[in-house]
Structure formats: C-alpha cells, structure tokens
DNA sequence: ATGAGTGCAAAGGCTTTGCATTAGG
DNA sequence: CCTAATGCAAAGCCTTTGCACTCAT
C-alpha cells in the first residue's frame, strides 16, 4: 500500500466514526509510514515540532479506536506506536531491554501458520477468545550491546 | 520444584547479592509460587495486608534483579509478576484486552523449538543479541466475551 | 454556525524515592 | 553493631483531561 492510499483508507475509516482526518492527524499517520520500527511520542513530535503532546495522544487514541494504529506496550518507557497491522503486514519485534528501541522482523509464512493453530487451540482450551498474537524477541539492540562490553572490560 | 526448595534457590541467589531473604520477600515469592497466573501489586498485597505497597514494589525490584521473579507489562494498567521461568517452566501469556487478567499457557516442545531457531536467525540479521522470546494471545476471557454478549444484545 | 480538533496547563495513576525507624545476621 | 529492609509520605513520570479557542464542513 503506497502512502497516498494508506491516508486515504485512514481518511475513510476515521470518517466513518465520524471524525476528520486533519493535517495532525495525517503528519502523523506519515511519520509512522515512513519508519521503519515503532515510534514513541518523543520521536514522533520530534519529527514535526508544531503539534502539542496532548493532541498527539489523542490523536493516536483516535487513530487507535479508528483501527488505522496499534499501540505498543514494550516496559516501562514511552509507548511505541505503529500502523495497524493490515496496513502493513504481519510482523514481530525485537525489543532491547536497555534502551527499550524496538525493530521489526518476520518470520516464515509456514511458522506463523503453525503459530495460530496452535495458539487458537490452548486458548480456546481456556475459554479464551483469541484475537491476535504477539511475540516479541527480548535482548539488547547492536548499540547497546557494544556498550554493554564496553563497561565489562 | 517444591516450595521449600524454591525458598531455599530464592534466598541464595539474594544471598550472593548482599540481600536479605526477610519474611516479607518470603510471603511475596510463596503468593507468587501458589497462583497459576502472573499478579498484579494489588492481588499480592490483598493476599498479605501487612506489607506496604511500596515495600511490594521494592521486593519485587530486587526479586527482578536476583532473578527471582519477572515482570510483564500487559497494558496500561498494574503490572504483572510472575516467578522467573528457571524456577517454574517457559510458558506463554492469554492476556484479556478488556480487563487485563492474564493466564498462562505451554506449546509443544516442537514448536517452541522452532520458534527459538527462527527468533535466532532473525534476530541475528540485526545485529541483535536475543535473550529470550515473549509471546502473548490477545483477546477476550471467558468472563469479558460473555459481559460483551450481554451488552451488545 | 456547529461540533470536532488543538494548545496549554493541571490533574491522574502507577511506580519510585527520601528519610527516619526497625530488624536481620 | 552495622547495614539492609520497612513504612509513610512525597515526588516522578508518562498519559489523560478540562477548558477556552480555532478550524473544518
């Protein structure tokens, strides 16, 4: 999906709701289709210095409620923000337990088929009514890694 | 592992920190050792009245750090503990989108054998140093999709 | 014009920290 | 005894909210 129908599904869905897609909310929305990884709040105002960090909130709390954003819980720093999944594809990250950055990676087709099955079935087992996975990688980043060997030595 | 031995692994890795294994940690690590789901700070206090919150979250702090219990970060809300998976076994996380319970669950052997090889490999590629995977189902309880029913009817 | 969106500042809520006191080894 | 641990209260920090103003339709 190339940027310009990506804002244009963004603009239908949040109109469905009944709410506009404004110049915030599409810098916004473009800020995260260019990255590469998640972004937190810092890294997204810092990329466009005119928006309040209040209104960054809510508008990714619309965007959220609108299904065009997923919310990234990674520990005990700033949320990581990223487009929804079926604006993108499918895809884990690796979370660095240091510096708390976060990349995407993918796995094969056949492995996250066997995945679902197989998590479909234990939750169903508990009366749980899946509704996606998540599966992160914990470990340090390259950078902090090297730093990490730095202090040892 | 029994709970005597638990203690027993408990009280030496905080030994061999400079720590003390008080009653306090005692209580904290059994509450934890008897649930069959990661807690919050709230159902480990409401188990034993007499420990102030913040002495809670001290405990925990050096619990983490002697790698005695580990700390998931579900949502917006309290974080989970839950003890370290060298003292109970690898498992993975139902956690309810609605009202944050978490519940535990296994694979098989197989299949978390081909998860570890394919993290590995990915991880590898970013020049990332992977410690250990997470792998969360996200949806509703058993509880919440009924409440759901109910109010969408 | 009418309601959503925005900015600023203040409030919320989980978690951490300072400090004096208690207690473990 | 000496230092870690505890309780209480206050502070921190990310995030949310109140309110008046602005802008889109």
Known sequence: MDEEELHTTA???LRSAGLRY???RRAVVGVLARSDRPLTIPEILGEDGSLAQSSAYRNLTE???????HRIVAGDEF????LAEDLTSHHHHLVCTRCGRVAD???SDELEASLDVALAKVAEQQGFHAEHH??????LCADCARTEEGVSR
């Open 11 to 13: 603009a239908q869905r």
């Open 22 to 24: 404004t110049g915030s």
């Open 63 to 69: 965007l959220i409620g609108a299904g065009i954003v």
């Open 79 to 82: 949320s990581h923000f990223e």
């Open 105 to 107: 990676v993918t796995l």
């Open 134 to 139: 998540r599966l992160d990688v914990l470990g």
